[in-house]
Every structure is written in structure tokens, then in C-alpha cells.
């Protein structure tokens, strides 16, 4: 995985069940309650842009009715 986040200007590579990240270049962290708040809104802002993509691309492939 790798989910880049503006606000933090860094790229979550990984996530363990406890909640820790690990950022391109570093260890495993467990991220301040701001920095999970910055990956909790560049993951959504992901998930909802490459769900429009899938949409699209879906849509594309269909043949015309």
C-alpha cells in the first residue's frame, strides 16, 4: 500500500492492527491523534477518487444500449 498524504507531505507504505504506520524512509510509528486525522482524510479522499475511476471505466466498458 502506499497512500500519500498532503498535509504531512509523507506516504504510509504499511498499517499493523494496533494501529501503527510506517512511512516511506522511517520505523513504524503510532501517529499522533492529528496524523491519524490526516491519514484517515487522504485515505477517504482515495477510496472515494479511485471508486469514481472504477465507476467510470465500468461504465466505459459497457457496450452503448
Given amino acids: 500500500m502506499k ?7 509523507s506516504v504510509v507504505i504499511d498499517v499493523d492492527v494496533d494501529g501503527r504506520v510506517r512511512l516511506d524512509g522511517d520505523d513504524w510509528i503510532q501517529p499522533t491523534l492529528q496524523e491519524r486525522r ?3 482524510y ?8 479511485l471508486t ?6 465500468e461504465r466505459a466498458g459497457r457496450p452503448p444500449a
Fill in 52 to 57: 469514481e475511476l472504477a465507476d467510470i471505466l
Fill in 3 to 9: 497512500l500519500y498524504v498532503e498535509t504531512m507531505d
Fill in 42 to 49: 487522504a485515505a477517504k479522499n482515495e477510496i472515494e477518487s
Fill in 38 to 40: 490526516a491519514i484517515l
